[in-house]
């Protein structure tokens, strides 16, 4: 006892502010008997965080008022002794935060998560959260029980994330990254229940299809502990709902509800504070506002700093295909091919009258915010760059400051050293952004002023002195201002930077080198700066254009071109992941054009052209195509490349008969039929590249296509087998597995099947017409032009015939067909919509795959079909990480999803309406939009099916071989990587297992 007392009064000499009070506050603690005896075993570490407590005497107290507010103090006097470390997280919480331990105290049940290690360090995300609010929730009956218990799990989680957060275990990002999650969550849950209550007290029904789109710090998962959250609600053009109001007049008061759901002050406090005035007209426009209305203000009324702001604008809750179409219509209103003069101006006026604003209230020193070197000016810097260069850089649009700079450092658009200078200056002043708010939970931004106050702050943030925090204060926000004055008030302003003249004189000094062997030595080493693998390789075909090829010498002319040029082309040869496979395709391309001196000085002239080229250059096989045919070079520069959204089958119809409606016989039609086809996959493969679509963009546009050069291919058959019936009522072309499913990559294949009537059967000779469509077929995909066609998912597969009359089809369903084809039969779609075949077809395909519900001996043999697709045919070794078989990955997404319809569409019809969905990630939207997949497991599994068909499209066009193995390490991790812009490969990796964990997570109860 002694020694224990001996050090708290040595302890207390040097760090309390009334020792006296500290010793009598100790001795209570510390008690007599067993409890003293136990409180020694664990007193070292109540030692320790007070003596590193900003304040000790207020940690004292606090510790003093916890431990009396738990029930059965020895109980966990005992817990304590026997692990000690579990005191930490609360002792830190309490030390840097008056108001988390004011919580602890006032709610003693907060605590056990800070007391449970597995609970306080679980991972989650926004799907995780909803998850667990989902529980939460369900036992109430009450509307206000469930925003109490809202606000409940507010406190629990922003505990545990704070605790993490001042233990250093996580760092800014992530706990932004954590914030912003949980308010994913809170506001998907928020509309969950309003609707819920609402719709009852108004008499409403059907989908409520309204979207609540994050903005600011929320949208670019940025939140602080203090943050309101900005929002914007869009809501359908003709909501599918009924009732006695107008569907847009119950989806504002459904928005009015929400913001009252989260912000409305309870026994508890509030979710979160809620702002509007970003969404248009501000708080003079309607709460919610439909997409078109949202379209035309864009369009015609929005100031530039609105969309600036739109920079930030992110998908959070509510019906994803209405988020993701405003999402979709706002990009190319937002990332302009080239920023105006006047829209740039308008910013600095903006970012000006910030500053003048911080400096009238005196926060121009104190306000970490809008003062000097402060947060917004990282964020005004970062987001001009990007409305600067996004239109023609895909790449550099995200929401995200931090992942914004990644990509401009990569993108050249800023030095390796200017990212360091804000990404640690934004780190460290969000950080300190936090430590203000977290401790009262006050929304502000200001140090205190006053040095005592400033002093104590100073120590909260971990530093020993005043001095030491001012120091690193300063060294920040300069370093931040510097950059700010260099690249957004223009490169004069800056102190340090080359002037043109330099620059150019600098230039010159290289191209000298060039031509001698001592300056050989320094390009190598530049070049392998730059990011060349192959740095030798790389010189020759750089120096060439200068010194000569084995064609002969270049001219004057040329020389003079390319020296010009050689400046940019370094540039944007070291954006690529693979500098010289971007390098060998510009030069091949170089080397095939009419004039090289039109080519050069066409680069000079448009940077973007060179960008994107060098970009496309990765893909082997959209490259071969390009210069087999470079009269598409126009093409990919044109307005389709960055129209929003897939082109629909009926477009591309009407073109190919345009085409084709001129040409006089077969061989012309043939022609251009494959010219279509070439121009229309290097167009949408270059898409894909740019990220001018997405996964299910892509999807959708590759299956168009494929219908549009079927139906145009059995056309051409029909005219080369006179005499064969070819009245649309006597034929009917049907689309299975991915082709059925509008869910085409780059190299499915196209599974096909065909229907005659009874009537004309196959006797008629329609066999020879089919097998000459498959021979036609077979030609173009050696050609290298059409994926192959398959009819092996028909009746009887391989050894059936390749037409059938609707009995067959009925017959074979009935008594052949095993338990795996009713899985196969949720993705058949009929491709010949004209066809009055169809409705008696469909009929049977929908009796088939929903008249009844699964069997458990049905489900037994599906499951067992699916072991064996991951046990037989992928490799021991690949399982983890194969893209479209492996565990967690495309099949079980897949499977899951198809299970799900065979399981409930019997007894919910609703689930197949308007139509039957075909397409993988619209069953899951429509299984969570009928109840029969829970919020959190329909995220999980519908973002996953997005990322992985992402990835597995994106290694097709990257790779000579097409493979549907994801690389863990080499040259194939580092192009994947590069390609889809993560900065580190390792973050690609980390993010497929996170996916993938999801997946399996979210599938276990559905299988079991």
Known sequence: MGKILGEFMELSLFSFQEPDRAERLWNRLRGEGETAALFDRFAPIAQESLARAPEPDRLLINLDRWLEMLPNRLTYYRLFAESPPLLLPAMRLMAVSQFFADSLIQSHELSDILLD??????????????????????????????????????????????????????????????????????????????????????????????AIIGMGKLGGRELNYSSDVDLIFIRADQPHLTGPREPEVYLSRLGESIVKALSERMARGIVFRVDLRLRPEGRFGPVARGLESARHYYETWAEPWERQAMLKARFVAGDPRVGEAFIRMIQPLVYRPRLMEHDLTEIRHQKSRIEAQAQSRGGWETDVKTGWGGIRDVEF????????YGGAMPRLRTPNTLHALARLEKARLISAEERQ?????????????HRLQMMYEHQTHALPSEPGERALFARRMGFEDLESFESVLEHHRSQIREVFERRFLGETAGQGVKDSASRDREEQEWLLKMETE???????????????????????????PMVGFERGIPTLEERQAYETLLPA????????????????????????????????????????????LSELALSPGLWRRLLAHQE?????????????GAKPAAIYQQQLAQRLANCRGDRAKVANLLAFARREFLRIGARDLWGESNALQTGEDLTALAETLLRAAWGLSAEETEGIPDSPSEVLMIGFGKLGGCELGHASDWDVGFLCSEETGAATGLEKRVERFLKRCQEWHLA??????????????????????????QRYYQERAEPWERLAATRIRVLTLESPLRADFEAIVNEFRYGKSLTAPEYEAIKHLKRRMQMERVKPGEREIHLKLGQGTLSDIEFTAQLLMLRHAHTKPSLLEPEPPTHTW??????????????ADYESLASAFRFFSHLKNRLTLLLETPSEVMPVEGERLVLLSGSLNYTRAQDLIEEYQTRREAVLRAIKEIWE
């Open 421 to 433: 200078m804000f990404e640690q200056g934004y780190c460290f002043l969000r950080t300190v952004e």
């Open 569 to 612: 082309l370094l540039e944007v040869m070291a954006r690529s992941p693979s500098p010289d496979l971007s390098l060998r395709g510009i030069e091949q391309l170089a080397e095939s054009a009419p004039s090289r001196v039109s080519l050069y000085r066409a680069w000079q002239e448009s940077p973007q052209v060179l960008q994107r």
């Open 922 to 935: 619209h069953m899951l939207a429509s299984l969570h939009r009928t109840g029969c997949l829970n919020k």
């Open 518 to 544: 001592p300056g050989q030595k320094a390009w190598l080493a530049r070049l392998e700066a730059l990011g060349f693998q192959e740095a030798q390789e790389a010189f020759r075909r750089l120096s060439e």
């Open 117 to 210: 290690p597995v609970l306080l360090r679980r991972q989650k995300n926004a799907h995780a959260f909803h998850r667990e609010i989902g529980r939460l929730i369900a036992p109430c009956r009450e509307f206000r029980q469930k925003l109490d218990r809202m606000r409940h799990f507010k406190q629990r989680e922003l505990i545990r994330i704070a605790a993490l957060d001042v233990m250093g275990e996580w760092d800014l990002p992530k706990v932004a990254r954590a914030l912003s999650d949980f308010a994913d969550a809170s506001l998907q849950i928020a509309l969950e229940v309003c609707h819920q209550e609402l719709s009852a007290q108004m008499g409403m029904q059907g989908e409520h299809e309204f």
């Open 632 to 644: 598409l070079l126009d093409m990919l520069f044109g307005e389709e490349i960055v129209e929003v």
């Open 784 to 809: 290298g032009v059409f994926r192959e066609v398959d009819l092996r998912l028909r009746p009887e597969g391989r050894s059936g015939a390749l037409i059938h009359a609707p009995t067959v089809y």
């Open 381 to 388: 810097t970062t987001q001009m760059l990007q409305l600067m």
